[in-house]
T-cell receptor, first 111, second 112 residues
Framework: DTAVSQTPKYLVTQMGNDKSIKCEQNLGHDTMYWYKQDSKKFLKIMFS???????INETVPNRFSPKSPDKAHLNLHINSLELGDSAVYFCASSPRVDEQYFGPGTRLTVT | GNSVTQMEGPVTLSEEAFLTINCTYTATGYPSLFWYVQYPGEGLQLLLKATKADDKGSNKGFEATYRKETTSFHLEKGSVQVSDSAVYFCALSVSRSEKLVFGKGTKLTVNP
């Protein structure tokens, strides 16, 4: 049983396209996150939702829009993809901030 | 602001060597401190944590002690194994904050 799952695992697309990454957790946690990890492994939080409400929105271009249809799902939609969006995107969930469970990541490559 | 500074990698060791990965932090208030590990091709996993000064977190032979006087949380292991090869992240959270602040990660490679 996968605790935090993401789809797809790999995503290759062209500049200007719109794409979505899906995340689901079966841990019953209230809080979910999206992180971006760049090529140097630097990990930065993008968004956080608690019970479907946005609670953290870091300085992220508004081409990125998270959507939480219920507390078990947090999807990330990206419009007008740019080369600099290439990265690994991680979803995480937590019962509290000090215990986060990460998904396996989605490697996005924009060509 | 809150930040975490880790030693630059990569770190390459032989099996059974002693490991230290340095981590220092800057924080407002009293942070909780964490080490996360990322094995190749996987997401991050919590390795250990400490929530107050002088606490020692430990797991899988790894240890780190919360040192308030030096604002440090160095990760140590007495005898590393090839299976410890991974990227290690130091992180903090400050009370009433909903987010973790990560260091830049240190890649460890252990050779047989």
């Amino acid at each position: 049983d996968t605790a935090v799952s993401q789809t797809p695992k790999y995503l290759v697309t062209q500049m200007g396209n719109d794409k979505s990454i899906k995340c689901e957790q079966n841990l019953g946690h209230d809080t979910m996150y999206w992180y971006k990890q760049d090529s140097k492994k630097f990990l930065k939080i993008m968004f956080s939702y608690n019970n479907k409400e946005l609670i953290i929105n870091e300085t992220v271009p508004n081409r990125f829009s998270p959507k939480s249809p219920d507390k078990a799902h947090l999807n990330l939609h990206i419009n007008s993809l740019e080369l600099g969006d290439s990265a690994v995107y991680f979803c995480a969930s937590s019962p509290r901030v000090d215990e986060q469970y990460f998904g396996p990541g989605t490697r996005l490559t924009v060509t | 602001g809150n930040s975490v500074t880790q030693m630059e990698g990569p770190v390459t060791l032989s099996e059974e060597a002693f490991l230290t990965i340095n981590c220092t932090y800057t924080a407002t208030g009293y942070p909780s401190l964490f080490w996360y590990v990322q094995y190749p091709g996987e997401g991050l996993q919590l390795l250990l944590k400490a929530t107050k000064a002088d606490d020692k977190g430990s797991n899988k032979g790894f240890e780190a002690t919360y040192r308030k006087e030096t604002t440090s949380f160095h990760l140590e292991k007495g005898s590393v194994q090839v299976s410890d090869s991974a990227v290690y992240f130091c992180a903090l959270s400050v009370s009433r904050s909903e987010k973790l602040v990560f260091g830049k990660g240190t890649k460890l490679t252990v050779n047989p």
